[in-house]
């Protein structure tokens, strides 16, 4: 995984020492969530879409928002 493509789901793995991590404001703490949120997002869905090519039944915890399960999911299927 890239610092590149995915730097909020790797900051913790770059820190040097933990007083950067607890030093951020809390606009950057919140900024921090919300990224590492979308991050995971867009790795389950790949992870969905490679699993799918399966055709098992897939049970999820997931990461993905609403918004986005509404936009892809079939909605007849359940």
């Keep these: ?41 867009t790795l389950e869905l790949k992870i969905l879409s490679d699993m799918s090519q399966e055709e098992k039944p897939i049970f999820v915890d997931t990461n993905i928002s609403i918004e986005t399960l509404r936009a892809i999911a079939d909605h007849g299927r359940t």
């Design 1 to 41: 995984m890239s610092k590149e493509d995915f730097p909020c789901l790797t900051y913790t793995r770059d820190l040097t020492d933990w007083h950067d991590f607890i030093r951020r404001t809390p606009e950057e703490y919140e900024a921090w969530i919300d990224g590492a949120s979308k991050e995971c997002e």
